[in-house]
């Protein structure tokens, strides 16, 4: 018995996508017993041709999909909220299964789309919204369904991991890692997305959601990109035995569930350290499980396409033994924690006049605000001195006073940055 | 509703699963919606009291937990071929859904017992039985089934890459590392099955089914162990840039798919080349997803019960869902190539004579046999000469034949040992 597909996008993924199924079509039914087969290819502008899907397919209302009686399951590639939100909720309530790859629609909706399709009993995979080709989606939600899981660190953009990868092994300005992402094609003309850490804090809310089993809205998650990351700072960093990466941080607190996304400090002999150019890893930590690393393209036609193909085998298979789907996801109430609450470690790079005492008037603002300094480094210059500073682990918003009383000493000519230290001993 | 749970086996996995199920009961009922009760716990004898189990739970006869109509879905942790397969069969066969962290058993009868479970409609899962807490059945038999996977390579066995990581940073002797590996309970007093190579060969044969979605009998995977493995191996092996771990390796050739487990020389640079003591790692290779790897750990009660218990929960949601659940899980026909055919490389070490001449003769026992060679390290002692020899991928059977060849030298004194080269550039 065959399958009908309708794909919303024809992009990267979706023009991917849909060769595959077709190309693959044999390949497929052997060794999955599947005949899926592509109804419906919705795109924006159904004038123009497009290579590899035949024209009689293509439509330019992506809600032809829920009305065309052969389409059995959506498959949205399309990305963006709109209107790829309306389509996946009446999908849904169509009582269609439905496969996505959006993980800003993912994390702007999943309580209402999930409960949308418990309500059908019908399956919405994402396994795609997350680590591109890396099968994250089902190990959390479902192999470590009966785990406490602590911590989720995820590097999960990889455009700003290649950049920061190029900085630190060639000593590239920003710019010039970006001009080069660019040119390799890991980075958009127009990079926000990626280099405000806006894209890694969809995929942390998502994380978090299916790791703590609560739905983090993406306003909740504290959110800093890569723009201010300099050269200097990935040097310094290398001195102290650290690796700069943009991490997304999944945290279950005493105070509830914390999401973030912020450039931090990783010693070098951390997993998520080793992690180069544009792959992406996720680290996930629990009481009993340990550590568990997954790692491999984060991006890419050829990969997100494989997990959305896998996602569409396995909705097929629900779909076909006609089986109402107990749904794998729940999103209980939960705190979210403010970020100013979490405990978090702080690496200083202050610029200082290089004078008697200037030390101690350092340690008395963070003895002030309750922090307690695990290293300093101090380099004189000239006119004055460079200091490293790396604290212990206290509340943010400690952090936070502190540096703002150092700003206020005239001892201190700047605090020229200030990057999250995770993953260290105390 | 309550899902009845029956758990046949109550030594480190069982035990901690049931403790988790009685602990966590409250916390995995708020994150799932799902209230798992223990029922029943087989174990050999009945009569000794255990830790944390309630004496009325306790039965000697694994049978019972077929016949309690109070079990309604059934763990088997006790290993072993009997009467493990007997019990999973026959709970199937009742229409109760399984789940089971036995290598052994799945590795010998999965065909029979996939096709049990489906003719019944319930779950056979077994995500515990290769990786520990790692997830990879899922991610390989689900998230990958529209992949075609080419390669698997696993670090499937703590204990043995625990001696090889010993033997290697520590320059230990293979009868120090196994004595610190049974002092820290990383081997067994009878540690055959770890270093033979058994355990991973049935792991590998799990592996290759799931890849490759065919049926690959344990007695058709070519195994070797560490045992021959010694410190000066390791010592030249990390001259020449490789690290040497016990693999076992699943690969789709164009005579059919292989299944194997052998000590191999890997650059220190494979993401695989970093694993270190008891952790276990997979690695991904195929032509769409490029590579995945997943690691953590690969044994202990605390971790395997995890993947259980998440095993648990998701039999649990199909069975309150009342479906006939589709088998994500087929075994379609597929050749399996004999090991002589499978293309290899070997890096061989020789005692030779330090004489005019002796390199000419080993290369034309190789040239003879349709090898060729990449690389000669020559190193001259007073009396003789070691020699260091890297082949290029030739069929294992031509290797072989280069290597009886070899032996029948009179100038080489000793083929001292061969190892496979895996992961290397040609």
Redesign the interface.
Known sequence: MSVGIGIAGAGTVGGTLVR?LIE?HD??E????LDLVVRRVAVRDASRSRDGIPGDLITGDVMDLVSDPSVDLVVEVMGGLDPAGALVLAALEAGKPVVTANKELVAARARELVSAAAAS?VPLLF?AAVGG???II??LS???????VERVLGIVNGTTNFMLTEMSEHGAAYDEALAEAQRLGYAEPDPTADVSGADAAAKAAILAGLAF?TWVSPDRVHTEGIEAITATDIRFAAQLGFVIRLLAVAESTPDGVSARVHPAMLPTGH?LA?VRGPTNAIFIQ????????????GA?G??T???V??????AA??L?????????I?F?PADVVDFGEVPTRWCLRLEVADQPGVLARIAAAFGDAGVSIKSVWQEGRGDGATVLLVTHTGPEGHQRVAAAALRALDVVFEVASVIRVVGAAE
Chains 1, 2 share one sequence.
């Open positions: 595959r693959d390949a497929v052997a060794r999955t017993g009993g396994e080709g890396i099968p089902r190990p479902e192999t470590l369904a009966g785990e406490q089993g997993p080793a629990g009481p009993s499980v340990g550590e568990l690393l997954f790692s491999g393209p890419g050829e990969p396409a494989t997990a193909l896998g996602d569409v085998i396995d298979r629900e076909l033994s006609k089986s109402q789907v107990a749904p794998s729940r209980a």
